[in-house]
């Protein structure tokens, strides 16, 4: 098991050093002059060239590149030019709304989107699992900007039952942060329990299926324990794959829901960086998503060992 750790780690971190790449090199071919963009067109030439020494611009790339890495690897990830702040003190600040919103949206995901999918599976091809996929197939098609903004139209709006957006602040109480959150989540997470349920279903068809299955149902054991003991456990692999991928796809696609709501979260922090042109912020949020997708994924290849002990004597 400790090879198996050792291993992950050392392809997450050349994963990590590949993406840092990517990422430095996407940044620098955009187009347009960060400098100008900052100081406006009617900026001086001398003010410009000072602006670029200090942002270090008149570096060479390689040497840029490096100063970059070598910042990232004692935790710091440059200033921001726009805010005049450390960016790993902007992150900070925005990630207490947007790491509690991306899992607010993965529970509410998981509860809705299993509990569907063996409803689904155990019923197949009756209406109660026509109906079920088909409203998960609605789930899929429906962008999720879209249901947030009928959201606040009916539960903000209509109903005046949660705020329409904006984030009093965790200083203000867990109840009023956590009901600012609301609607976002549920926004965020019915699109991706959709995906799930059906990712469920099919795993669970695929495992009802086995001898081991109709053996138990053969000895008389009750049903909802095969679906819940038996089937579930084995059908989680593929569930668990998808959980990861949806973690990551919460923390790092919340662009478009946090301005829908005007969350002062990542993602807005993000669309904030790239209107402003403020490139060192980008570079730094968008490589601790990466961090942090290698993270979900080294813990989904130890949930897989711990769901399904084959993996792990094979580990």
Aim: zero cysteines.
């Amino acid at each position: 098991m400790t090879a198996f750790l050792l291993k992950r780690l050392l392809i997450g971190l050349a994963t990590l050093v590949v993406a840092s790449l990517v990422v430095f090199t996407v940044m620098e071919i955009l187009p347009g002059d960060a400098a100008m963009l900052m100081l406006g067109m009617n900026a001086s030439p001398a003010a410009l060239d000072a602006l670029r020494e200090q942002m270090g611009l008149n570096q060479p790339v390689i040497m840029r590149y490096l100063n970059w890495m070598a910042g990232l690897a004692v935790g710091d990830f440059g200033r921001s030019f726009t805010y005049s702040s450390p960016v790993i003190d902007l992150i900070a600040e925005r990630a207490v709304v947007s790491l509690p919103l991306a899992l607010m949206a993965l529970v509410m995901s998981t509860a809705i989107a299993i509990p569907v999918g063996l409803f689904a599976a155990a019923r197949r091809g009756k209406t109660a699992d026509a109906v079920a996929m088909g409203a998960a197939q609605i789930g899929v098609a429906v962008p999720n900007f879209w249901f947030a903004l009928l959201l606040v139209y009916v539960f903000a709006v209509w109903l005046r039952w949660v705020p329409a957006g904006g984030f009093p602040g965790w200083s203000a109480g867990l109840w009023p942060g956590l009901k600012a959150l609301i609607l976002p989540s549920v926004a965020l997470a019915l699109p991706q329990a959709a995906i799930l349920a059906r990712v469920t279903r099919s795993a669970m068809l695929e495992v009802l299926g086995e001898d081991y299955i109709r053996t138990a149902r053969a000895k008389g054991m009750p049903r909802r324990i095969v679906l819940w003991r038996h089937a579930l456990r084995n059908a989680m692999i593929p569930v668990l794959t998808i959980l990861g991928l949806q973690f990551a796809f919460l923390l790092a696609g919340t662009i478009i829901i946090e301005n829908v709501f005007y969350l002062p979260g990542l993602g807005r922090l993000v669309f904030q960086a790239i209107t402003q042109r403020d490139l060192i912020v980008v570079e730094g949020v968008v490589i601790l998503l990466v961090a942090s997708v290698i993270v979900v994924n080294l813990l989904v290849d130890l949930a897989y060992a711990l769901v399904d002990p084959r993996l792990r004597i094979r580990a």
